[in-house]
């Protein structure tokens, strides 16, 4: 399969995830988020070829170091069209607006677009997308095998908040229940913030979104 590191990022304190293949150097990363010197740090250590940054969406906290580790790495980032422009746009990912947090952010714009359904082959496994507006409009969630990543989407007992730019807490619910809850429940769930958690847990117990 493949070895997955967990960094807590920026003042937000966002997973970043880090996928390596077990049999090569090869690896992918999920959402670098802000102040990435510990993910970068682990790449450069371990010498990796990163394949691709994947961003379950683009607000500031998940793609804040985007434009750092690319400058490193020469990958290719892939992203919801919905939120093509949030990566050049410090309004649009968040940043203009929590001027106690950060200056304004932004990045050159994704080289691919995501979709529904898509199937990306990466480090030599198989990982398909699925649209999950709600956070934001172009919130997707990426699973491969039993492990579900899951942005701002789905959290341990909780899920993410909606009053924010093309939020709506009409389709976080329906994403989670037509959408999460269909996967298997020993799917283990590796949320953008806090511990990870499975999709059993969360449709028998979150408090927010019951089965």
């Not at 970068?40 to 998940?62: G, K, N, P, V």
Request: one cysteine or more; a negative charge.
């Amino acid at each position: 399969m493949f070895k997955i590191e967990t960094f807590s990022l920026g003042p937000l304190q966002t997973n970043a995830y880090l996928l390596v293949a077990e049999d090569s150097q090869r690896a992918v990363v999920i959402d670098p988020g802000m102040n990435p010197g510990s993910l970068i740090r682990r790449i450069e250590t371990l010498q990796l070829e990163i394949e691709a940054i994947l961003l379950t969406h683009a607000h500031f906290d998940h793609m804040g170091g985007v434009q750092e580790l690319r400058q490193l790495v020469n990958s290719p980032v892939y992203l919801h069209d919905l939120e093509a422009e949030w990566m050049t746009n410090a309004k649009l990912n968040g940043s203009a607006n929590w001027p106690q947090v950060t200056p304004p952010i932004t990045a050159e714009p994704a080289e691919h677009a995501l979709d529904e359904g898509q199937k990306l082959e990466l480090i030599g496994h198989t990982f398909t997308v699925y649209h999950t507006p709600g956070h934001s409009p172009g919130s997707v969630s990426f699973l491969c095998d039993k492990h579900l990543f899951s942005g701002d989407v789905l959290f341990r007992m909780g899920v993410g908040r909606t009053d924010l730019t093309g939020g709506s807490e009409r389709q976080l619910v329906d994403s989670i229940r037509t959408k999460l809850y269909r996967f298997a429940d020993e799917t283990i769930v590796y949320p953008g913030h806090g511990p990870r958690t499975t999709i059993g847990a969360e449709k028998a117990s979150n408090p927010y979104v019951p089965a």
